[in-house]
């Protein structure tokens, strides 16, 4: 079945410090990928997503490419701030009729001024 | 545009009690996903409905939990009776199927979350 793999945490940084987080898939066919969010005390948020090879997501400065060569879907930012302190989970879901997400166990992050 | 309302936000019981949890899912949006998040894992999907029908329950424990969406909107989960490792975050999504593209690119909405806490 399908699953995520994803970089162990937690992770502490400085600020103004370059971010990887690690995102591998197993799938078939073509899925969709997405990074979420969870900040503390509040809810999952989408932050980035890409549905096909090569494809680019971005916002809030993060970026991810959709590699399928690698079967992978890397969160970088090049510098972070203490906002950024949260859970990042990396997800895949299926095309019609599987539209479930699944998700990786999530990253822990931890910026410090 | 109003989120993904879930309640009650917490509760807590004790095991062989029951439980149900209720979601509004965002005006319009015709999928609805109930998850299972514990403690320091990923969220696992239980249920999908496709407007009241049910799309996927293969992950849901159907011998304790149910769940239902009779007009098509709001969602009850419930659990009878509930177990010490039921212990986690219910998460209700909800996302709305663009039929113009080939492929799905739904994103998927969630809610605050209820954390259950079974003692």
């Known amino acids: 079945g399908d699953s995520v793999t994803q970089m162990e945490g937690p992770v502490t940084l400085s600020e103004e410090a370059f971010l990887t987080i690690n995102c591998t898939y197993t799938a078939t066919g073509y899925p969709s990928l997405f990074w979420y969010v969870q900040y503390p005390g509040e809810g999952l948020q989408l932050l980035l997503k890409?549905?096909?090879?090569?494809d680019k997501g971005s916002n809030k400065g993060f970026e991810a490419t959709y590699r399928k060569e690698t079967t992978s879907f890397h969160l970088e930012k090049g510098s972070v701030q203490v906002s950024d302190s949260a859970v990042y989970f990396c997800?895949?879901?299926?095309?019609?009729?599987?539209?479930?997400?699944?998700f990786g166990t999530g990253t822990r992050l931890t910026i410090i001024p | 545009e109003a989120g993904v309302a879930q309640s009650p936000r917490y509760k807590i019981i004790e095991k062989r009690q029951s439980v149900a949890f209720w979601c509004n899912p965002i005006?319009?949006?015709?999928?609805l996903y109930w998850y299972q998040q514990i403690l320091g894992q990923g969220p696992k999907l239980l249920i999908q409905?496709?407007?009241?029908?049910?799309?996927?329950d293969s992950q849901l424990p159907k011998d304790r939990f149910s769940a239902e969406r009779l007009k098509g909107v709001d969602s009850t989960l419930k659990i009878q009776p509930a177990k010490l490792e039921d212990s986690a975050v219910y998460l209700c999504?909800?996302?709305?199927?663009?039929?113009?593209?080939?492929?799905?690119?739904?994103?998927?909405?969630f809610g605050p979350g209820t954390r259950l806490t079974v003692l």
């Open positions: 890409a549905t096909k090879a090569d």
């Open positions: 409905f496709q407007n009241n029908g049910v799309v996927d």
């Open positions: 997800a895949l879901s299926g095309v019609f009729g599987n539209e479930k997400l699944t």
């Open positions: 999504a909800s996302s709305s199927r663009d039929r113009r593209l080939a492929r799905r690119t739904d994103t998927q909405y």
């Open positions: 005006s319009g949006h015709a999928t």
